[in-house]
């Protein structure tokens, strides 16, 4: 069993940076899921419930060198921020068109 070592991106619905700084190992699952005939039920491996928190990424890495847990490190998220001000919708020379 595979996991990997992420930090995930901010949702949509923040502008800070609340709840980013955090890294998650995360267990992936290798089998597909089934569900049981008796009660339609999806059975599968209860591992890839588990989601550890940890400060750094280092200390992802050591804790799953120390269990023998084989590991993928994902690249952390990009940000594509540009910088506006609210002068900028009113400026003279705009390209697009104001809309309401």
Not at 47 to 67: G, H, I
């Amino acid at each position: 069993m595979t996991a990997r070592i992420y930090r995930p991106a901010r949702s949509a619905m923040q502008s800070g940076k609340g709840k980013s700084k955090e890294w998650f190992l995360e267990f992936v699952s290798e089998s597909r899921q089934s569900a049981d005939p008796l009660m339609g039920w999806t059975s599968g491996d209860t591992s890839t419930q588990v989601k550890l928190r940890f400060d750094t990424c280092k200390e992802a890495e050591d804790y799953a060198q120390r269990n023998s847990i084989a590991y993928v490190v994902q690249p952390e998220p990009t940000a594509k921020l540009q910088k506006k001000s609210y002068s900028d919708n009113f400026k003279f020379g705009r390209t697009e068109n104001w809309t309401h």
